[in-house]
């Protein structure tokens, strides 16, 4: 079997799985207003019901639930995939989206927790979305195209997906994975901390010689800007205020 046949039938297999669990039960009484994110409330709902459907699968075994409470988690579920007597821990992040929002990039985690799963000795992060709408009470689970659910690894992430300043992975909950070899997203990964740090270099630039040009806040277009000669001037009207007392 090629790696990517076999990253296919891990795939089907939690498409399968979470698609069992979804139209069993299409609505959930999760309050939820229009446009809102409920992703926390969805996602302990799916990943109890992924490890009570798995206690008895051919190939999931082994499966767990993030701890309840703990949000700093490598994983929503954590499960061993095994086929012909290979074993693959695999870590799934689950994320929920809201179909009346045009444009949703919820945090997919830091991309570091990939490496530490490689250190382990496997590789494969999955994410899985699912689709719903609020309704006048709870949620629905819709489709987004002819699917409840849609699952890739990390590796096959969308190439818009950026990292943030503070080293977490965004992409659009609508956009479409591509596929890459492990390799090449090991290269992809790279690629995307070196722009990341860029624009992070790019800024500090900026604001370093914002500060040393006296300019301490950036204003908005056609705002004055916030210098510390008008600070010092504001500071001396207000002592003189104080001082008429």
Known sequence: MDIQEYETLISNSLDDVLGGIITANLKLSIAVKKGERVGDGISKYLENKFVGATQHHPHFKESLASPSGKTKNPFDIQTVFEYNGHRELIWIDLK???VDNDDTNPDSGTP????????????????????????DEGLEFVKHGDKFVKSYFLKNVSRTMRITPANQMQVNGFAEPEYRTREQFLEFL????????????????????????????KQKKNQEEITLDKLKQ???EQEEKINKL
Request: glycine letters at 6%; charged letters at 30%.
């Open 96 to 98: 929920a989206v809201n």
């Open 234 to 236: 504001l500071n001396k």
């Open 112 to 135: 570091d927790k990939v490496i530490t799963l490689m250190q382990s000795g496997f590789f494969y992060l999955a994410y899985v979305i699912v689709y719903y709408k609020g309704l």
């Open 190 to 217: 790279l690629q995307k901390k070196i722009e990341s740090n860029e624009r992070k270099l790019k800024k500090a630039t900026q604001e370093l010689e914002n500060f040393k040009n006296g300019i301490l806040k």
